[in-house]
């Protein structure tokens, strides 16, 4: 086997290198699972994740990210499957890309959910916190919302009709 970062090798017709091989056979289990998984997840067909509204954005917004790169992914292993050299999409120079750019989305991903992530917790905590003791007392509520406006429009009526006679 090759040194597989080796230029000549990333970029070898298909007719000199086969098409499967340990590390395309990772890469096509990897990436399928990838995208069947970002599929689930940006649908919210995942009930744990969906319950927390906070994690739910969070891993709405980067399933959503991942998904295409996981689908360009696999477009660039069909060429090689199917042994079309149209455009050299057909290279493992793509394929390498693909593979590079998901794992730094994934990398940032854990960066965010370990650092920003409890700082959002604690904030919607705090503001759950502040909601619950600044409730209104059902005293206060026992006139509604409409009475109080159709007051205030009556009182403002009379006085503008005593200010203009």
């Known amino acids: 086997m ?3 970062l080796d230029w000549g090798y990333l ?3 298909l007719f000199k290198t086969p098409t499967w091989g340990p590390f395309s056979i990772a890469f096509v289990a990897l990436f399928g699972i990838g995208l069947i998984g970002t ?5 919210g067909w995942f009930r744990p994740i969906r319950r927390n509204v906070l994690l739910d954005v969070i891993v709405r917004r980067y399933s959503a990210i991942l998904m295409p790169i996981f689908a360009i992914g696999i477009f660039f292993f069909a060429f090689r499957l199917l042994r079309v050299s149209a455009f050299n999409l057909y290279m493992r120079a793509w394929i390498y890309l693909c593979f590079v750019a998901a794992v730094a989305v994934i990398a940032y991903f854990v960066y965010i959910v370990t650092t920003e992530y409890p700082r959002r917790v604690a904030a919607r905590k705090a503001q759950l916190t502040k909601q619950r003791y600044l409730a209104p007392s059902p005293a206060a509520s026992s006139i509604s919302r409409n009475q109080r406006h159709s007051r205030r429009r009556k009182r403002a009526r009379s006085s503008y009709k005593s200010a203009h006679r």
């Open 11 to 13: 970029t070898a017709p």
């Open 2 to 4: 090759q040194n597989p």
């Open 39 to 43: 599929i689930i997840l940006y649908n």
